[in-house]
């Protein structure tokens, strides 16, 4: 996983705050010994440190063998990891194993049958300039958690196999039950899982997903290895389990799948799906949507291919054989940490997963090369005298691409400590596909990312990330839009951290054209010709992730902005009110509560930002101050739960059909299904946690 939908996220109009944070010398970092060590003395030491060649080794390392979670290649690297860890000097070094329910492919087979015999060669060629692609090691192409089957069954094309695609089908007289669907990964975008849903729900008998040209393929650009665009035989590869009811082992929803644990049945398994599903490249889907000979395809169904798509064939009838292997394996999450001088028992986690479909050039070794030099400098830094006043987390997380299921697990086990203490977590799934940074996280760590910005330099513009950011983008679609943290949904190992434990977050990269997702071309040739040539980008994003840790880790006052989380939510309940009839009447109430909010986080924010009011702060008082920060987002969670999926627990940020944010998920529910007491009973959580918010700030007003 780990990718943002190719279509944009959800843009809100509310007005991202610029916030001035400026913290100078400031003096938050216990240095091992005289003189006192400032953060920016911290943060200069980082960046001399980081290291690009360093990064191209560790990527080298980690993507010269495919290693998929729980293989003996992606164990080993566990062990590298947890090896290297040591070396750098990160204390308490464990690898946290958990015994999980995975799905590997025994046999996977599709068959045009009428109106001729054709066998698929579900398989991507190689290519001999780069001859990992060439590997006759690298396994079937499969969707994980894919039921066991052999269908026969006519063939339909159903776009991007979304609930309207359907609806139009039947609606041209299209009897989709019993069928096998031919759908798209995109146009429009859905996580490949909610696909799988929407298929079994309808009652098909199968599906087939594949990449259309039009969206990551030649339409787009030059494809690999002459490009980074995905060439005709690439597979996107992928998990299709529930994960929008809860994330990771499918068989211990809530709990750590530790050994004796408590196990469902794969039956009592919501997330598990009951259809048939395998991934096609746009060459397998070819020969397929060339035998429909039924009714054209609306216009915006159609694709790539110089012929018209068709909705359903007369005689096209394909065959789906899958044969899946779910074991119960051991998978191998490597945490390390730097114990914090004054304050050990506030934590910022930070964590990349470590598991790749294939080689995991992009997603994830990108991520994991920019995690170990960020390991590696801070370990470093340490020796030099610089460690944070809280402390540090490291964790590589393993199956990720199942269900997110190595950082689940292990939030779920240590769900009770995360919760009391848990200050942020930054996740880096990959680390660079390009030269647009883009971030999605929470309100609360906006200040922090802006800082963090406006200090790393572009490598190649030579000037701080932040303005690049911040003047947009010319992309082939225009200019993008100015850079703006964007609100957080799934799709990558934060889920856990946010959504069920409740503590800030947030997901980073460098975007750019990216075709190969979860085939084998996404390897080391792909990141050093077009995803991040010379490392240069990673290394600056390995940069802007120290510089956040050092800023939550070292400032005495946390540096969290409540103000900027209660003008937006403000914002999403605005527009929930707007749509909704009588919404404004029901909002108003929380409106109100919220524009409270708002004040008593203005009283608060100079001292939180200002250091020179800070610093006079007595011990005591800081503690209580910090542990009421840190308090502040769990207000945002329902601890038993939205309805229907109580894993998720937050009541602003969760997600669903996509990766993309799903705001306020359990008033938009309640809406969707015009439950009134549902709304109220949403609205009601909302203004507790509001006010509990608001009881927070003027308790730390009174602290300061
Ligand atoms: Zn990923």
């Known amino acids: 996983?780990?990718?943002?939908?190719?279509?944009?996220?959800?843009?809100?109009?509310?007005?991202?705050?610029?916030?001035?944070?400026?913290?100078?010398?400031?003096?938050?970092?216990?240095?091992?010994?005289?003189?006192?060590?400032?953060?920016?003395?911290?943060?200069?030491?980082?960046?001399?440190?980081?290291?690009?060649?360093?990064?191209?080794?560790?990527?080298?390392?980690?993507?010269?063998?495919?290693?998929?979670?729980?293989?003996?290649?992606?164990?080993?690297?566990?062990?590298?990891?947890?090896?290297?860890?040591?070396?750098?000097?990160?204390?308490?070094?464990?690898?946290?194993?958990?015994?999980?329910?995975?799905?590997?492919?025994k046999t996977i087979e599709v068959e045009l049958v009428s109106p001729h015999s054709?066998?698929?060669?579900?398989?991507?060629?190689?290519?001999?300039?780069?001859?990992?692609?060439?590997?006759?090691?690298?396994?079937?192409?499969?969707?994980?958690?894919?039921?066991?089957?052999?269908?026969?069954?006519?063939?339909?094309?159903?776009?991007?196999?979304?609930p309207e695609d359907y609806d139009l089908l039947e609606k041209r007289g299209i009897d989709v039950k019993g069928k096998i669907a031919l759908v798209r990964y995109s146009s429009p975008y859905s996580y490949r899982g909610f696909k799988a849903l929407t298929a079994e729900k309808r009652g098909l008998a199968g599906l087939l997903i594949y990449s259309d040209p039009e969206e990551d393929g030649y339409v787009r650009g030059s494809v690999f290895p002459d490009g980074p665009w995905g060439p005709p035989s690439h597979i996107q590869r992928g998990g299709i389990p529930y994960d929008f009811i809860y994330p990771g082992d499918p068989l211990t929803p809530e709990w750590a799948s530790k050994p004796g644990a408590?196990?469902?049945?794969?039956?009592?398994?919501?997330?598990?799906p009951k259809i048939l599903s395998i991934p096609l490249s746009a060459e397998n889907a070819r020969p397929l949507l060339e035998s429909l000979n039924g009714e054209e395809a609306p216009q915006d169904w159609q694709g790539a291919f110089p012929f018209t798509y068709r909705l359903s064939g007369s005689r096209t009838k394909v065959r789906m054989r899958v044969e899946m292997d779910e074991p119960v394996k051991t998978i191998t999450n490597v945490v390390g940490s730097l114990k914090g001088t004054d304050d050990p028992d506030e934590v910022i986690v930070v964590g990349n997963h470590r598991d790749a479909w294939v080689y995991g050039g992009h997603d994830p070794s990108s991520g994991t090369?920019?995690?170990?030099?960020?390991?590696?400098?801070?370990?470093?830094?340490?020796?030099?005298?610089?460690?944070?006043?809280?402390?540090?987390?490291?964790?590589?997380?393993?199956?990720?691409?199942?269900?997110?299921?190595?950082?689940?697990?292990?939030?779920?086990?240590?769900?009770?400590w995360l919760r009391e203490n848990l200050v942020a977590y930054l996740n880096v799934d990959s680390s660079a596909s390009g030269r647009n940074f883009s971030v999605q996280g929470v309100p609360s760590l906006i200040p922090v990312i802006h800082q963090a910005l406006r200090e790393v330099?572009?490598?190649?513009?030579?000037?701080?990330?932040?303005?690049v950011w911040k003047a947009g983008t010319a992309g082939e679609e225009g200019v993008k839009e100015e850079g703006r943290v964007e609100p957080i949904g799934s799709g990558s190992d934060h889920a856990v951290f946010l959504q069920h434990i409740g503590a800030p977050a947030l997901d980073m990269y460098f975007d750019g054209d990216y075709g190969v997702y979860h085939s084998i071309y996404d390897d080391y040739y792909w990141m050093t010709h077009f995803g991040d040539p010379g490392m240069k980008y990673t290394a600056a994003l390995a940069k802007i992730w120290a510089h956040m840790v050092i800023d939550l880790g070292c400032l005495p006052v946390l540096p969290l902005d409540y103000e900027t989380t209660a003008r937006e939510l403000r914002a999403y309940i605005s527009e929930w009110a707007a749509t909704h009839d009588p919404g404004k009447e029901k909002a108003a109430g929380l409106l109100a509560r919220l524009e409270e909010m708002e004040k008593a986080a203005v009283d608060v924010r100079p001292y939180v930002f200002?250091?020179?009011?800070?610093?006079?702060?007595?011990?005591?008082?800081?503690?209580?101050?910090?542990?009421?920060?840190?308090?502040?987002?769990?207000?945002?969670?329902?601890?038993?739960?939205?309805?229907?999926?109580?894993?998720?627990?937050?009541?602003?940020?969760?997600?669903r059909y996509t990766y993309a944010v799903l705001l306020l998920p359990e008033l938009t529910e309640a809406s969707e299904t015009a439950d009134e007491k549902g709304v109220i009973t949403a609205i009601g959580n909302l203004e507790k946690a509001v006010a509990a918010a608001i009881a927070k700030l003027e308790k730390i007003s009174t602290l300061f």
């Open 1 to 105: 996983m780990g990718r943002k939908s190719p279509a944009s996220a959800r843009h809100f109009q509310a007005a991202a705050a610029i916030f001035l944070a400026i913290y100078p010398g400031f003096v938050g970092c216990k240095k091992a010994a005289p003189p006192p060590a400032d953060t920016a003395a911290f943060k200069d030491f980082v960046d001399r440190a980081v290291s690009a060649e360093k990064i191209d080794g560790y990527l080298r390392y980690l993507t010269a063998e495919p290693h998929v979670a729980a293989s003996p290649r992606n164990n080993e690297l566990a062990r590298y990891i947890a090896g290297k860890w040591k070396e750098f000097g990160l204390e308490d070094v464990t690898l946290a194993t958990y015994d999980v329910l995975l799905s590997f492919p």
């Open 118 to 162: 054709l066998r698929l060669k579900i398989e991507e060629k190689g290519y001999p300039e780069d001859p990992d692609t060439m590997n006759p090691d690298v396994g079937i192409p499969y969707n994980a958690y894919s039921r066991s089957g052999d269908v026969t069954a006519p063939l339909i094309y159903a776009n991007g196999g979304n």
């Open 262 to 272: 408590r196990r469902l049945s794969p039956e009592e398994a919501m997330t598990l």
């Open 369 to 416: 090369a920019c995690l170990m030099e960020l390991a590696r400098v801070l370990g470093s830094a340490k020796r030099a005298g610089f460690s944070p006043r809280r402390t540090v987390v490291l964790g590589s997380w393993d199956a990720e691409e199942f269900t997110l299921t190595g950082s689940t697990e292990w939030g779920e086990e240590h769900k009770d």
């Open 457 to 467: 330099e572009d490598p190649v513009e030579k000037k701080p990330v932040y303005d």
């Open 610 to 655: 200002d250091p020179e009011k800070a610093r006079n702060i007595d011990k005591d008082a800081l503690k209580r101050i910090n542990r009421l920060l840190i308090g502040l987002e769990r207000d945002f969670t329902d601890p038993v739960g939205i309805p229907n999926r109580p894993w998720y627990k937050h009541l602003v940020f969760g997600s």
